[in-house]
Structure formats: structure tokens, C-alpha cells
């Protein structure tokens, strides 16, 4: 059976600054080990999504940066830069006008639709939905009604009891949820921005959220608290044929 392999890494929080610490990690070193670890450990990848949060400081020598960790990278896979909260837009198509990055909103390989939103509300830490990409998926999702759709977003789209984090959701969720219960070809729905594992369920589409290359969150807690004993990781995604979806994360020691 032919298999798609993904890898999602995400909330890399780089700066301009390489030795900037941030809740005592150094992001730059974690995610060089992180995209290091990736680049030794999977084999056969397809595409690299980085699911934004790529620069906390939005600086030019940030994206440098980024783009610097990702060189031996290009050779592997394609790789998709998508924005959050923290990113600046223009630096991001500056990179990949300029540099081996990509930022289409969608790709089609073998029979699966991934789909790519950009949630980053201007001016707020919070997330939205913007009525062209919705108008855009939901054209695919008309036009490919045997295909299997894959989605991809920073910001989450359910409430996860976390009190701080949850009123950073995307604030019109409800629409994509609805499109999830109407369209059971979405297999999957992936995001970042909250750096903590999750997986959950809406009927049999699956929605999970991968941890931080840098610092993690406590899950449940009412104020953001960092958690110490939880290690920075990536997830590998693999889109089977017939629709499943197999996925892990792996965990790095820095
Ligand atoms: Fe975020």
C-alpha cells in the first residue's frame, strides 16, 4: 500500500538572537536538534510542515536563521512554511520567493488533499478563519469528493481546558468543526500554538496537536505554565490509501 509520510515540527520560536533564552531553553539550539534528529531518523519523506510560531521576535535574522537550520533539510523533502501569531507574513513569502520554501495553501499526492490554513489574526494572539480559505476548502472538498483531505493549522480549533490558551482558539471554529461533521472524507486535523500533545476525535476524523520544539505547556492549567519535565518533539504523519491516518510523536533529549 502507498504511504505518504509527513513530518510536522512546530512553535520553533526562533529570534535574531541565537543565544536568546526563553523559559530556559535556547529554542535555536532544540530545534537544530529536533530538525537534525528528523533529518537522521526518517527516512522517505515526503514534506516537511512547519506549522508556524517559526519566529517569536518576527526578525529578518530569524527567518535567516530558520533557513539556515533547514539547509540539509531541502534535500530530503519539500518543505511548507505556514504562519502563527507570533510570524511575520511578508518574511515568510520573502522566503520562499526567495529561498527552496514553499506557502501554497494546498498540495494533492496520491489520492489525499493537504490543506494548509493560515490562522494568524492581525494584531491579536488569537486565531481566525479566513472566509476565502474556507470558500477555497470547501471547493476542493466539491470538486474531490473521493479524495481524502488532510488539514493543517497553527491555531487550535477545540477547547482544551486550558484557560489561558483557550482564549487564543480560533475564534470562528465552529465553522471548520461544522465542515468536519459534514465532510467525513476530512481524515485529519492537525495544529501547534498550544506546545502539548493531543488526540482527540469529531466522529472518525481525527485532531491532534503536536508539542513545541522548545518549551511545553502543562495541559489543563488556568495561566500558561511552562512544564518542565516534558521533552520537545516532532510528529511523523502517515496517510495511508485508504484513508487512515498512522501518527506518533517522537520526543528528543536536549
Ligand atoms: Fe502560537
Redesign the pocket.
Known amino acids: 500500500m502507498n504511504e505518504i509520510k509527513i513530518i510536522q515540527i512546530t512553535?520553533l520560536h526562533l529570534n535574531a538572537d541565537k543565544s536568546h533564552i526563553a523559559h530556559d531553553i535556547n529554542p535555536y539550539n532544540s530545534a537544530q536538534i529536533i530538525i537534525n534528529e528528523v533529518i537522521k531518523e526518517s527516512k522517505n519523506i515526503n514534506s516537511l510542515i512547519l506549522t508556524?510560531?517559526l519566529v517569536d521576535d518576527e526578525s529578518r535574522e530569524g527567518y535567516e536563521n530558520l533557513s539556515e537550520l533547514l539547509v540539509e533539510a531541502h534535500d530530503k523533502c519539500q518543505i511548507f512554511l505556514m504562519p502563527?501569531?507570533?510570524d511575520s507574513i511578508e518574511e515568510i513569502d520573502k522566503l520562499c520567493k526567495t529561498k527552496n520554501f514553499n506557502n501554497d495553501k494546498y498540495f494533492s499526492i496520491n489520492n489525499w488533499i493537504i490543506f494548509m490554513f493560515n490562522t494568524k489574526k492581525n494584531n491579536s494572539?488569537n486565531g481566525i478563519l479566513y472566509k476565502k480559505e474556507v470558500d477555497d476548502l470547501q471547493n476542493l472538498l466539491n470538486t474531490f469528493p473521493t479524495k481524502n483531505f488532510m488539514i493543517f493549522l497553527?491555531?487550535h480549533p477545540i477547547i482544551i481546558e486550558s484557560e489561558s490558551m483557550d482564549k487564543?482558539i480560533i475564534e470562528n471554529s465552529e465553522i471548520l468543526i461544522n465542515i468536519i461533521k459534514n465532510n467525513e472524507n476530512i481524515k485529519g486535523v492537525c495544529w501547534?500554538?498550544i506546545h502539548q500533545e493531543i488526540m482527540t476525535k469529531i466522529n472518525k476524523t481525527k485532531l491532534f496537536s503536536t508539542p513545541s520544539t522548545c518549551y511545553q505547556a502543562t495541559p489543563k492549567s488556568k495561566s500558561f505554565l511552562i512544564d518542565h519535565s516534558a521533552k520537545p518533539g516532532y510528529r511523523v504523519i502517515k496517510l495511508l490509501d485508504d484513508g487512515e491516518i498512522k501518527t506518533h510523536v517522537t520526543r528528543c533529549d536536549i
Open positions: 512553535d508556524g510560531d502563527g501569531n507570533h494572539p497553527h491555531h487564543m501547534g500554538h
